[in-house]
Nanobody, 120 residues
């Protein structure tokens, strides 16, 4: 059974920090690009950050989070992380973990999401 389980969300004040974790199981984690998406009511789900398992591959970030968020992964633990610093109210969303493989066949999995609320 494939599982992606997010944790670490919660309520934080503007300027604060949170670290999200996504624990994966049931598939070959090291073969997948791992990403974090976020979604607010009435808006499309948007890509926040992604990371390849290829050694030396650069991370990709949405312009809105560059310099504030950092994505990382530990293949030995089948876990991907999102460190979020200098949080803003506009970062409020449900954050979803995503696993994607393109070659040789497309395969994609989603976690259930974790709520992040940035408010005073």
């Amino acid at each position: 059974q494939v599982q992606l389980v997010e944790s670490g969300g919660g309520l934080v004040q503007p300027g604060g920090s949170l670290r999200l974790s996504c624990a994966a199981s049931g598939f070959t984690f090291s073969s997948y690009v791992m990403s974090w998406y976020r979604q607010t009511p009435g808006k499309e789900r948007e890509l926040v950050a992604s990371i390849s398992s290829v050694v030396g591959a650069p991370r990709n970030y949405a312009d809105s989070v560059k310099g504030r968020f950092t994505i990382s992964r530990l293949n030995a633990k089948s876990t991907v992380y999102l460190q979020m610093n200098s949080l803003k109210s506009e970062d409020t969303a449900v954050y979803y973990c995503n696993a994607l493989k393109i070659y040789p066949f497309r395969d994609e999995y989603w976690g259930q999401g974790t709520q992040v609320t940035v408010s005073s």
